[in-house]
Protein backbone atom coordinates (compact mmCIF):
# COMPACT_ATOMS: atom_id res chain seq x y z
CA UNK A 1 0.00 0.00 0.00
CA UNK A 2 2.98 2.03 0.60
CA UNK A 3 4.62 1.50 -1.85
CA UNK A 4 1.58 2.30 -4.22
CA UNK A 5 1.66 5.69 -2.58
CA UNK A 6 4.86 6.27 -3.20
CA UNK A 7 4.57 5.89 -6.59
CA UNK A 8 1.04 8.07 -7.01
CA UNK A 9 3.21 10.77 -5.05
CA UNK A 10 6.22 10.34 -7.89
CA UNK A 11 3.76 10.49 -10.66
CA UNK A 12 2.03 13.79 -9.05
CA UNK A 13 5.35 15.73 -8.58
CA UNK A 14 6.36 14.56 -12.59
CA UNK A 15 3.01 15.94 -13.71
CA UNK A 16 3.68 18.74 -11.59
CA UNK A 17 7.14 19.60 -12.91
CA UNK A 18 5.93 18.61 -16.97
CA UNK A 19 3.37 21.54 -16.32
CA UNK A 20 5.73 23.70 -14.79
CA UNK A 21 8.14 22.84 -17.82
CA UNK A 22 5.36 23.90 -20.55
CA UNK A 23 4.15 26.94 -18.60
CA UNK A 24 7.84 28.26 -19.16
CA UNK A 25 8.24 27.03 -22.70
CA UNK A 26 4.76 29.15 -23.03
CA UNK A 27 6.41 31.88 -21.63
CA UNK A 28 9.34 31.27 -23.43
CA UNK A 29 7.83 31.79 -27.18
CA UNK A 30 4.94 34.68 -26.20
CA UNK A 31 8.45 36.41 -25.52
CA UNK A 32 9.87 35.68 -28.80
CA UNK A 33 7.17 36.48 -30.42
CA UNK A 34 6.57 39.71 -28.39
CA UNK A 35 10.32 40.80 -29.58
CA UNK A 36 9.83 40.00 -33.04
CA UNK A 37 6.38 41.96 -33.04
CA UNK A 38 8.34 44.54 -31.35
CA UNK A 39 11.65 44.42 -33.85
CA UNK A 40 8.96 44.13 -37.08
CA UNK A 41 7.10 47.22 -35.73
CA UNK A 42 10.10 49.17 -35.34
CA UNK A 43 11.21 48.66 -38.87
CA UNK A 44 8.04 49.34 -40.22
CA UNK A 45 8.07 52.49 -38.47
CA UNK A 46 12.00 52.99 -39.60
CA UNK A 47 11.22 52.40 -43.11
CA UNK A 48 8.49 55.31 -42.82
CA UNK A 49 10.73 57.14 -41.28
CA UNK A 50 13.25 56.31 -43.95
CA UNK A 51 16.04 54.77 -41.27
CA UNK A 52 17.77 51.50 -42.38
CA UNK A 53 18.00 48.44 -40.30
CA UNK A 54 21.82 48.88 -38.93
CA UNK A 55 22.15 45.18 -38.62
CA UNK A 56 20.04 44.66 -41.74
CA UNK A 57 17.54 42.79 -42.66
CA UNK A 58 17.04 39.20 -43.34
CA UNK A 59 18.28 38.16 -46.90
CA UNK A 60 15.35 37.71 -49.33
CA UNK A 61 13.25 39.45 -47.56
CA UNK A 62 11.73 42.67 -47.65
CA UNK A 63 9.16 44.55 -45.53
CA UNK A 64 7.20 47.69 -47.05
CA UNK A 65 5.66 50.38 -45.21
CA UNK A 66 1.99 48.40 -45.17
CA UNK A 67 3.41 45.43 -43.51
CA UNK A 68 3.53 43.04 -46.44
CA UNK A 69 6.57 41.12 -47.18
CA UNK A 70 7.71 41.68 -50.23
CA UNK A 71 9.87 39.23 -52.06
CA UNK A 72 12.69 40.13 -54.62
CA UNK A 73 11.68 39.07 -58.30
CA UNK A 74 14.57 36.51 -59.53
CA UNK A 75 17.77 37.25 -60.47
CA UNK A 76 18.10 37.62 -64.17
CA UNK A 77 20.54 34.66 -64.16
CA UNK A 78 18.41 32.37 -62.53
CA UNK A 79 16.02 33.38 -65.23
CA UNK A 80 18.52 32.79 -68.24
CA UNK A 81 19.40 29.15 -66.24
CA UNK A 82 15.39 28.03 -66.43
CA UNK A 83 15.06 29.44 -70.09
CA UNK A 84 18.09 27.97 -70.97
CA UNK A 85 17.19 24.34 -69.52
CA UNK A 86 13.85 24.64 -71.31
CA UNK A 87 15.31 25.25 -74.71
CA UNK A 88 18.05 22.34 -73.82
CA UNK A 89 14.40 19.91 -72.55
CA UNK A 90 12.95 20.91 -76.40
CA UNK A 91 16.28 20.61 -78.20
CA UNK A 92 16.56 17.02 -76.95
CA UNK A 93 12.70 16.28 -77.49
CA UNK A 94 13.30 17.10 -80.77
CA UNK A 95 16.26 15.18 -81.22
CA UNK A 96 14.44 11.87 -79.82
CA UNK A 97 10.99 12.33 -81.61
CA UNK A 98 13.24 13.16 -85.20
CA UNK A 99 10.85 16.08 -85.80
CA UNK A 100 11.22 18.38 -88.70
CA UNK A 101 9.71 21.37 -86.71
CA UNK A 102 11.16 23.26 -84.13
CA UNK A 103 9.41 25.90 -82.30
CA UNK A 104 11.28 28.57 -80.23
CA UNK A 105 8.98 30.79 -80.19
CA UNK A 106 8.60 33.62 -77.52
CA UNK A 107 10.48 31.56 -74.68
CA UNK A 108 13.06 34.55 -74.13
CA UNK A 109 15.83 33.15 -75.46
CA UNK A 110 19.15 35.52 -75.31
CA UNK A 111 21.70 32.68 -76.93
CA UNK A 112 20.90 29.23 -78.57
CA UNK A 113 22.55 26.70 -77.65
CA UNK A 114 25.31 25.04 -79.92
CA UNK A 115 23.98 21.76 -79.49
CA UNK A 116 21.20 22.48 -82.31
CA UNK A 117 23.66 21.63 -84.69
CA UNK A 118 22.69 18.01 -84.08
CA UNK A 119 19.46 19.06 -85.17
CA UNK A 120 20.07 18.55 -88.97
CA UNK A 121 16.62 16.53 -89.71
CA UNK A 122 14.74 20.10 -89.05
CA UNK A 123 13.17 21.82 -91.88
CA UNK A 124 11.11 24.80 -89.96
CA UNK A 125 12.80 26.95 -86.95
CA UNK A 126 10.70 29.63 -85.60
CA UNK A 127 12.43 31.91 -83.11
CA UNK A 128 10.52 35.06 -83.07
CA UNK A 129 10.01 36.69 -80.16
CA UNK A 130 12.95 36.53 -78.42
CA UNK A 131 16.31 38.27 -77.37
CA UNK A 132 18.42 37.08 -79.74
CA UNK A 133 21.21 39.57 -80.21
CA UNK A 134 23.25 37.08 -82.61
CA UNK A 135 23.24 33.34 -83.93
CA UNK A 136 25.77 30.45 -83.41
CA UNK A 137 27.60 29.72 -86.48
CA UNK A 138 26.33 26.25 -85.63
CA UNK A 139 22.81 27.17 -87.30
CA UNK A 140 24.54 26.84 -90.29
CA UNK A 141 24.46 22.86 -89.52
CA UNK A 142 20.65 22.47 -90.14
CA UNK A 143 21.28 21.59 -93.74
CA UNK A 144 17.46 20.81 -94.85
CA UNK A 145 16.11 24.11 -92.84
CA UNK A 146 13.95 25.58 -95.24
CA UNK A 147 11.67 28.14 -93.32
CA UNK A 148 13.74 30.26 -90.78
CA UNK A 149 11.86 33.03 -88.89
CA UNK A 150 13.65 35.40 -86.91
CA UNK A 151 11.37 38.18 -86.58
CA UNK A 152 10.99 39.93 -83.46
CA UNK A 153 14.47 40.12 -81.96
CA UNK A 154 17.61 42.35 -81.75
CA UNK A 155 19.75 40.83 -84.40
CA UNK A 156 22.20 43.32 -85.88
CA UNK A 157 24.36 40.49 -88.34
CA UNK A 158 23.78 36.98 -88.98
CA UNK A 159 26.56 34.33 -89.33
CA UNK A 160 28.54 34.35 -92.31
CA UNK A 161 27.86 30.10 -91.68
CA UNK A 162 24.55 30.35 -93.13
CA UNK A 163 25.14 29.78 -96.73
CA UNK A 164 25.17 26.30 -95.73
CA UNK A 165 21.60 26.66 -96.09
CA UNK A 166 21.52 25.33 -99.79
CA UNK A 167 17.13 24.44 -99.71
CA UNK A 168 16.22 27.76 -97.67
CA UNK A 169 12.76 29.33 -99.07
CA UNK A 170 11.51 31.44 -96.50
CA UNK A 171 13.60 33.99 -94.45
CA UNK A 172 11.79 36.07 -91.56
CA UNK A 173 14.10 39.03 -90.01
CA UNK A 174 11.40 41.70 -89.03
CA UNK A 175 11.50 43.95 -86.70
CA UNK A 176 14.95 43.38 -85.43
CA UNK A 177 17.83 45.80 -85.37
CA UNK A 178 19.77 45.34 -88.93
CA UNK A 179 21.49 48.20 -90.96
CA UNK A 180 22.11 46.58 -93.57
CA UNK A 181 21.13 43.63 -95.10
CA UNK A 182 23.75 41.00 -93.90
CA UNK A 183 26.31 39.77 -96.86
CA UNK A 184 24.87 36.01 -96.28
CA UNK A 185 21.91 36.58 -97.11
CA UNK A 186 22.40 37.46 -100.82
CA UNK A 187 23.68 34.03 -101.25
CA UNK A 188 20.78 32.11 -99.81
CA UNK A 189 20.15 31.75 -103.97
CA UNK A 190 17.33 29.48 -102.98
CA UNK A 191 15.37 32.12 -101.16
CA UNK A 192 11.77 32.76 -102.53
CA UNK A 193 10.56 34.73 -99.43
CA UNK A 194 12.24 37.23 -97.91
CA UNK A 195 10.74 39.38 -94.77
CA UNK A 196 13.14 42.52 -94.02
CA UNK A 197 10.10 44.76 -92.76
CA UNK A 198 11.14 47.20 -89.27
CA UNK A 199 14.85 47.49 -89.39
CA UNK A 200 17.01 50.19 -90.04
CA UNK A 201 18.41 49.29 -93.24
CA UNK A 202 20.06 52.43 -95.36
CA UNK A 203 20.84 50.35 -98.70
CA UNK A 204 20.58 47.39 -100.89
CA UNK A 205 23.29 46.21 -102.55
CA UNK A 206 23.97 45.04 -106.38
CA UNK A 207 24.46 41.53 -104.96
CA UNK A 208 20.82 41.66 -105.11
CA UNK A 209 20.55 40.11 -108.15
CA UNK A 210 21.35 36.49 -107.25
CA UNK A 211 18.43 36.23 -104.99
CA UNK A 212 16.57 35.89 -108.62
CA UNK A 213 14.26 32.99 -107.56
CA UNK A 214 12.60 35.24 -104.71
CA UNK A 215 8.64 35.94 -105.07
CA UNK A 216 8.02 37.93 -102.17
CA UNK A 217 10.09 40.79 -101.02
CA UNK A 218 9.11 42.59 -98.14
CA UNK A 219 11.87 45.50 -97.24
CA UNK A 220 9.52 47.98 -96.22
CA UNK A 221 9.76 50.47 -93.22
CA UNK A 222 13.34 51.07 -93.40
CA UNK A 223 15.89 53.85 -94.43
CA UNK A 224 16.55 52.98 -97.88
CA UNK A 225 16.77 56.10 -99.91
CA UNK A 226 17.92 54.11 -103.26
CA UNK A 227 17.41 50.63 -105.26
CA UNK A 228 19.99 49.30 -107.48
CA UNK A 229 18.88 48.48 -110.78
CA UNK A 230 19.59 45.23 -110.30
CA UNK A 231 16.02 44.73 -108.78
CA UNK A 232 15.32 44.36 -112.83
CA UNK A 233 16.88 40.68 -112.11
CA UNK A 234 14.28 39.55 -109.98
CA UNK A 235 11.53 38.64 -112.74
CA UNK A 236 9.77 36.19 -110.44
CA UNK A 237 8.24 38.80 -108.15
CA UNK A 238 4.99 39.06 -107.72
CA UNK A 239 5.16 41.14 -104.30
CA UNK A 240 7.13 44.17 -103.79
CA UNK A 241 7.09 46.29 -100.20
CA UNK A 242 8.41 49.43 -100.78
CA UNK A 243 6.69 52.01 -98.96
CA UNK A 244 7.95 53.88 -95.72
CA UNK A 245 11.22 54.40 -97.12
CA UNK A 246 13.33 57.38 -98.36
CA UNK A 247 13.22 56.57 -101.85
CA UNK A 248 13.46 59.75 -104.34
CA UNK A 249 13.22 57.50 -107.91
CA UNK A 250 12.35 53.95 -108.58
CA UNK A 251 14.58 52.45 -111.32
CA UNK A 252 13.64 51.95 -114.57
CA UNK A 253 14.50 48.24 -114.47
CA UNK A 254 11.85 47.23 -112.52
CA UNK A 255 9.83 46.88 -115.17
CA UNK A 256 11.55 43.73 -115.88
CA UNK A 257 9.30 42.26 -113.03
CA UNK A 258 6.57 41.86 -115.00
CA UNK A 259 4.90 39.43 -112.48
CA UNK A 260 4.28 41.92 -109.92
CA UNK A 261 0.32 41.77 -109.32
CA UNK A 262 0.75 45.25 -106.51
CA UNK A 263 2.93 48.02 -106.19
CA UNK A 264 3.50 49.81 -103.09
CA UNK A 265 5.27 52.84 -102.59
CA UNK A 266 3.36 54.58 -100.08
CA UNK A 267 5.45 57.10 -98.00
CA UNK A 268 8.82 57.68 -100.02
CA UNK A 269 10.12 60.87 -101.57
CA UNK A 270 8.76 60.31 -105.52
CA UNK A 271 7.88 62.77 -107.65
CA UNK A 272 7.69 60.56 -110.37
CA UNK A 273 7.98 57.38 -112.42
CA UNK A 274 10.33 56.06 -115.39
CA UNK A 275 8.16 56.73 -118.98
CA UNK A 276 6.26 53.45 -119.22
CA UNK A 277 7.09 51.18 -115.86
CA UNK A 278 2.97 51.04 -115.73
CA UNK A 279 2.49 49.77 -118.52
CA UNK A 280 4.94 46.84 -118.68
CA UNK A 281 3.73 45.68 -115.17
CA UNK A 282 1.02 43.99 -116.67
CA UNK A 283 -0.16 42.03 -114.19
CA UNK A 284 -0.54 45.01 -111.62
CA UNK A 285 -3.55 45.23 -110.52
CA UNK A 286 -3.60 47.31 -106.98
CA UNK A 287 -1.25 50.83 -107.15
CA UNK A 288 -0.14 52.99 -104.24
CA UNK A 289 1.55 56.00 -104.52
CA UNK A 290 0.05 57.55 -101.57
CA UNK A 291 2.17 60.47 -99.09
CA UNK A 292 4.89 60.80 -101.90
CA UNK A 293 5.71 64.23 -103.80
CA UNK A 294 3.55 63.65 -106.76
CA UNK A 295 2.64 66.89 -108.21
CA UNK A 296 1.15 65.23 -111.70
CA UNK A 297 -0.07 61.53 -112.62
CA UNK A 298 2.49 59.56 -113.59
CA UNK A 299 3.67 59.61 -117.49
CA UNK A 300 2.78 57.22 -119.35
CA UNK A 301 -0.46 57.72 -121.05
CA UNK A 302 -3.84 55.94 -120.27
CA UNK A 303 -2.31 52.56 -121.09
CA UNK A 304 -0.62 52.45 -117.91
CA UNK A 305 -3.97 52.07 -115.99
CA UNK A 306 -5.67 49.24 -118.41
CA UNK A 307 -4.82 46.48 -115.85
CA UNK A 308 -5.38 48.73 -112.03
CA UNK A 309 -8.63 47.94 -109.95
CA UNK A 310 -7.45 50.01 -107.36
CA UNK A 311 -5.82 53.65 -107.46
CA UNK A 312 -4.21 55.48 -104.58
CA UNK A 313 -2.67 58.96 -105.22
CA UNK A 314 -3.94 60.55 -101.48
CA UNK A 315 -1.43 62.90 -100.03
CA UNK A 316 0.13 64.60 -102.61
CA UNK A 317 0.16 67.80 -104.79
CA UNK A 318 -1.74 67.11 -107.67
CA UNK A 319 -3.74 69.61 -109.43
CA UNK A 320 -5.56 68.04 -112.58
CA UNK A 321 -6.86 64.40 -113.21
CA UNK A 322 -6.08 63.88 -116.91
CA UNK A 323 -8.32 63.95 -119.41
CA UNK A 324 -8.91 60.52 -121.26
CA UNK A 325 -6.35 59.70 -118.44
CA UNK A 326 -9.17 56.30 -117.75
CA UNK A 327 -10.26 55.48 -120.83
CA UNK A 328 -8.45 52.21 -120.93
CA UNK A 329 -9.26 51.81 -117.45
CA UNK A 330 -11.99 48.91 -117.63
CA UNK A 331 -11.72 47.73 -114.37
CA UNK A 332 -10.72 50.89 -112.12
CA UNK A 333 -13.16 50.07 -109.22
CA UNK A 334 -11.01 52.48 -106.62
CA UNK A 335 -9.52 55.77 -106.80
CA UNK A 336 -8.68 57.51 -103.79
CA UNK A 337 -7.51 61.01 -104.12
CA UNK A 338 -8.42 62.56 -100.79
CA UNK A 339 -5.61 65.67 -99.82
CA UNK A 340 -4.08 66.65 -102.89
CA UNK A 341 -5.04 70.04 -104.75
CA UNK A 342 -7.49 69.32 -107.28
CA UNK A 343 -9.52 72.47 -108.55
CA UNK A 344 -11.59 70.66 -110.62
CA UNK A 345 -12.62 67.06 -112.36
CA UNK A 346 -11.88 66.25 -115.78
CA UNK A 347 -14.62 66.50 -119.02
CA UNK A 348 -14.98 62.53 -118.75
CA UNK A 349 -15.63 62.09 -115.35
CA UNK A 350 -18.88 60.67 -116.18
CA UNK A 351 -17.08 58.04 -118.62
CA UNK A 352 -16.30 56.30 -115.37
CA UNK A 353 -18.48 53.96 -114.75
CA UNK A 354 -16.82 50.65 -113.14
CA UNK A 355 -15.88 53.23 -110.44
CA UNK A 356 -17.09 51.71 -107.14
CA UNK A 357 -15.62 53.92 -104.61
CA UNK A 358 -14.19 57.50 -105.35
CA UNK A 359 -12.24 59.71 -102.61
CA UNK A 360 -12.24 63.52 -103.46
CA UNK A 361 -11.84 64.70 -99.61
CA UNK A 362 -9.98 67.88 -99.10
CA UNK A 363 -9.57 69.19 -102.41
CA UNK A 364 -10.30 72.69 -103.46
CA UNK A 365 -13.44 71.63 -105.52
CA UNK A 366 -16.14 74.19 -106.21
CA UNK A 367 -17.84 71.94 -108.43
CA UNK A 368 -19.16 68.58 -109.17
CA UNK A 369 -20.21 67.91 -112.95
CA UNK A 370 -23.80 67.12 -113.48
CA UNK A 371 -22.40 64.33 -115.27
CA UNK A 372 -21.99 62.43 -112.01
CA UNK A 373 -24.74 60.32 -112.72
CA UNK A 374 -22.43 58.63 -115.11
CA UNK A 375 -20.92 56.83 -112.44
CA UNK A 376 -23.85 54.04 -112.13
CA UNK A 377 -21.63 51.37 -110.05
CA UNK A 378 -20.34 53.95 -107.31
CA UNK A 379 -21.23 52.98 -104.05
CA UNK A 380 -19.06 55.06 -101.87
CA UNK A 381 -18.70 59.02 -102.79
CA UNK A 382 -16.32 60.83 -100.16
CA UNK A 383 -16.45 64.90 -100.72
CA UNK A 384 -15.83 65.67 -97.73
CA UNK A 385 -13.38 69.43 -96.95
CA UNK A 386 -13.75 71.17 -100.02
CA UNK A 387 -14.83 74.50 -101.40
CA UNK A 388 -18.76 73.14 -102.72
CA UNK A 389 -21.91 74.99 -101.57
CA UNK A 390 -24.12 73.22 -103.50
CA UNK A 391 -24.42 69.75 -105.50
CA UNK A 392 -26.08 68.83 -108.52
CA UNK A 393 -29.52 67.10 -107.98
CA UNK A 394 -28.30 63.54 -110.29
CA UNK A 395 -26.49 62.81 -107.14
CA UNK A 396 -30.15 61.17 -106.70
CA UNK A 397 -29.78 59.36 -109.99
CA UNK A 398 -26.76 56.83 -107.88
CA UNK A 399 -29.10 54.48 -106.84
CA UNK A 400 -26.08 51.90 -105.89
CA UNK A 401 -24.94 54.94 -103.00
CA UNK A 402 -24.45 53.36 -99.84
CA UNK A 403 -21.98 56.03 -98.59
CA UNK A 404 -22.31 59.77 -98.87
CA UNK A 405 -19.66 61.96 -97.50
CA UNK A 406 -20.67 65.37 -97.26
CA UNK A 407 -19.00 66.88 -94.38
CA UNK A 408 -16.36 69.98 -94.31
CA UNK A 409 -18.20 71.85 -96.47
CA UNK A 410 -20.03 75.35 -97.40
CA UNK A 411 -23.28 73.77 -97.89
CA UNK A 412 -26.16 75.59 -97.43
CA UNK A 413 -29.38 73.16 -98.02
CA UNK A 414 -29.42 69.07 -99.01
CA UNK A 415 -31.84 69.30 -102.46
CA UNK A 416 -34.84 67.19 -101.94
CA UNK A 417 -33.92 65.44 -105.75
CA UNK A 418 -30.56 64.53 -104.11
CA UNK A 419 -31.36 62.48 -101.23
CA UNK A 420 -34.68 61.23 -102.11
CA UNK A 421 -34.10 58.41 -104.20
CA UNK A 422 -31.37 56.89 -102.55
CA UNK A 423 -33.19 54.31 -101.39
CA UNK A 424 -29.71 51.94 -100.26
CA UNK A 425 -27.77 54.77 -98.51
CA UNK A 426 -26.54 53.53 -95.27
CA UNK A 427 -24.13 56.14 -94.14
CA UNK A 428 -24.85 59.83 -94.54
CA UNK A 429 -22.07 62.62 -93.39
CA UNK A 430 -23.46 66.46 -92.98
CA UNK A 431 -20.87 67.14 -90.39
CA UNK A 432 -19.24 70.43 -89.98
CA UNK A 433 -21.12 72.50 -92.23
CA UNK A 434 -21.75 75.91 -90.58
CA UNK A 435 -24.36 76.92 -93.46
CA UNK A 436 -26.52 74.26 -93.80
CA UNK A 437 -30.07 75.07 -91.18
CA UNK A 438 -32.18 72.41 -92.74
CA UNK A 439 -32.83 69.04 -93.65
CA UNK A 440 -35.39 67.74 -96.41
CA UNK A 441 -37.88 65.78 -95.46
CA UNK A 442 -37.35 63.12 -98.19
CA UNK A 443 -34.55 61.95 -96.22
CA UNK A 444 -37.45 59.85 -94.08
CA UNK A 445 -37.27 57.60 -97.84
CA UNK A 446 -33.88 56.98 -97.44
CA UNK A 447 -35.36 53.24 -95.16
CA UNK A 448 -32.02 51.83 -95.06
CA UNK A 449 -30.41 54.73 -93.48
CA UNK A 450 -28.59 54.05 -90.23
CA UNK A 451 -25.61 56.19 -89.51
CA UNK A 452 -25.56 59.93 -89.76
CA UNK A 453 -23.28 62.46 -89.29
CA UNK A 454 -24.43 66.13 -88.10
CA UNK A 455 -22.11 67.21 -85.52
CA UNK A 456 -21.33 71.15 -85.70
CA UNK A 457 -24.47 71.69 -88.07
CA UNK A 458 -26.95 74.85 -86.81
CA UNK A 459 -30.25 72.85 -88.40
CA UNK A 460 -32.45 75.98 -87.18
CA UNK A 461 -34.97 75.28 -89.13
CA UNK A 462 -35.69 72.11 -86.89
CA UNK A 463 -36.65 72.38 -83.01
CA UNK A 464 -34.13 72.44 -80.94
CA UNK A 465 -35.32 69.30 -79.01
CA UNK A 466 -35.02 67.56 -82.01
CA UNK A 467 -31.71 68.40 -82.97
CA UNK A 468 -30.49 67.59 -79.35
CA UNK A 469 -31.83 64.23 -79.01
CA UNK A 470 -29.35 63.58 -82.01
CA UNK A 471 -30.07 61.78 -85.72
CA UNK A 472 -32.24 59.41 -84.95
CA UNK A 473 -35.08 62.15 -83.51
CA UNK A 474 -34.37 63.87 -86.53
CA UNK A 475 -34.88 60.91 -88.96
CA UNK A 476 -37.92 60.31 -86.30
CA UNK A 477 -39.44 63.45 -86.79
CA UNK A 478 -38.70 63.91 -90.78
CA UNK A 479 -40.67 60.80 -90.86
CA UNK A 480 -43.82 61.88 -88.29
CA UNK A 481 -44.19 65.24 -89.42
CA UNK A 482 -43.50 65.06 -93.51
CA UNK A 483 -45.34 64.10 -96.14
CA UNK A 484 -44.14 60.67 -96.80
CA UNK A 485 -45.41 59.06 -93.31
CA UNK A 486 -47.75 56.37 -95.00
CA UNK A 487 -44.95 55.70 -97.45
CA UNK A 488 -42.38 54.72 -94.77
Sequence with gaps: MSGNVGKDKDKDQKGTSAVKDREKEAKATALVKESKDKDLKTKVKDAKEGKKDPIGAQAGVAFSVDNTIKRPNPASGMRKKASNAEVIKELNKCREENATR????????HMLPVSIKDLTQITELYLYGNKLQSLPPE???????????????????????????????????????LREIPPVV????????????????????????????????????NKIKLLPAEIGNLCSLSRLGLRYNRLSAIPRSLSKCSELDELNLENNNISTLPEGLLSSLVKVNSLTLARNCFQSY??????????????NMEHNRINKIPFGIFSRAKVLSKLNMKDNQLTSLPLDFGTWTSMVELNLATNQLTKIPEDVSGLVSIEKLVLTNNQLTTLPARIGHLTNLTHLGLGEKLLTHLQKKLVGTLENLEELYLNDNPNLHGLPFELALCSKLSIMSIENCPLSHLPPQIVAGGPSFIIQFLKMQGPYRAMV
Design 102 to 109: LDLAKKSI
Design 139 to 177: VGCLVNLVKLALSENSLTSLPDSLDGLKKLCMLDLRHNK
Design 298 to 311: PVGGPSQFSTIYSL
Design 186 to 221: YRLGSLTTLFLRFNRITAVEKDLKTLSKLTMLSIRE
